[in-house]
């Protein structure tokens, strides 16, 4: 059909040019969202997405440690850190304390070394704590009357490692001490001799505390 030419009727004009500003409008509204978009650093809807998801993943999952805060730590009057080592019982006093002694067999030939064990006993209600390292120990060896001392496992060897035990009620410490069946002296002074043959006793002590008397015969 073929545009009719002259002048346009005035109806017909006025629709084209709104037509025409109508199509300016809605391109002018798209440019303006482009430049919105561009400014924001907006991308497509699928890179919204993401940057959302990226965004929820890194928030603090409570409990994670390697994303705990100082707020989040826990705190020592709230949660006590149980101990590794027991704590230190009180020092078990001379009178919570039992000393026995005895002798390995009731008589040694001549020449033969004597064996001694000395048993310490937590005689008190209570867990208590001692050191009964053998340089507090002391077994010494009597005539069988124990008029005279003949030998003390503290006389030449006065020292010893400490041996911190904590005891519970009842509970017992037990040693060996070898007797070398020769007499020695405080400081270890003097001549070391072999006691003759005859009936002799021992005594075990750990502070002020002292065994009954054992005896035993060297024939």
Same mark, same amino acid.
């Given at each position: 059909?073929?545009?009719?030419?002259?002048?346009?009727?005035?109806?017909?004009?006025?629709?084209?040019?709104?037509?025409?500003?109508?199509?300016?409008?809605?391109?002018?509204?798209?440019?303006?969202?482009?430049?919105?978009?561009?400014?924001? $650093?907006?991308?497509?809807?699928?890179? /919204?997405?993401? *940057?959302?998801? &990226? =965004?929820?993943?890194? !928030?603090?999952?409570? $409990?994670?440690?390697?994303?705990?805060? /100082?707020?989040? *730590?826990?705190? &020592? =009057?709230a949660s006590? !850190?149980?101990?590794?080592?027991?704590?230190?019982?009180?020092?078990?006093?001379?009178?919570?304390?039992?000393?026995?002694?005895? !002798?390995?067999?009731?008589?040694?030939?001549?020449?033969?070394q004597p064996?001694?064990g000395i048993?310490?006993?937590?005689?008190?209600?209570?867990?208590?704590?001692?050191?009964?390292?053998?340089?507090?120990?002391?077994?010494?060896?009597?005539?069988?009357?124990?008029?005279?001392?003949?030998?003390?496992?503290?006389?030449?060897?006065?020292?010893?490692?400490?041996?911190?035990?904590?005891?519970?009620?009842?509970?017992?410490?037990?040693?060996?001490?070898?007797?070398?069946?020769?007499?020695?002296?405080?400081?270890?002074?003097?001549?070391?001799?072999?006691?003759?043959?005859?009936?002799?006793?021992?005594?075990?002590?750990?502070?002020?505390?002292?065994?009954?008397?054992?005896?035993?015969?060297?024939?």
């Amino acid at each position: 059909m073929l545009e009719p030419t002259g002048p346009l009727p005035p109806e017909i004009y006025w629709r084209r040019r709104v037509f025409a500003i109508g199509i300016l409008v809605v391109a002018l509204a798209l440019v303006i969202w482009l430049v919105v978009m561009a400014v924001r $650093g907006g991308g497509s809807p699928g890179d /919204a997405k993401q *940057a959302a998801s &990226s =965004s929820t993943s890194s !928030v603090k999952k409570p $409990g994670d440690p390697a994303k705990s805060s /100082a707020a989040d *730590a826990p705190k &020592s =009057s709230a949660s006590p !850190v149980p101990s590794a080592i027991p704590a230190a019982a009180a020092q078990c006093p001379d009178q919570s304390l039992a000393v026995k002694v005895t !002798v390995e067999q009731p008589t040694y030939k001549a020449g033969e070394q004597p064996v001694f064990g000395i048993v310490i006993t937590n005689i008190s209600s209570v867990t208590c704590s001692r050191d009964v390292g053998s340089g507090l120990q002391q077994i010494s060896v009597y005539t069988l009357d124990g008029s005279r001392r003949l030998w003390s496992s503290t006389d030449c060897y006065p020292d010893g490692q400490p041996d911190v035990r904590n005891m519970n009620r009842g509970e017992q410490a037990a040693f060996q001490v070898t007797w070398s069946g020769s007499t020695s002296q405080p400081n270890c002074a003097g001549e070391r001799v072999p006691v003759p043959p005859g009936p002799y006793s021992v005594v075990a002590q750990l502070g002020s505390v002292r065994s009954a008397a054992e005896p035993f015969n060297i024939a």
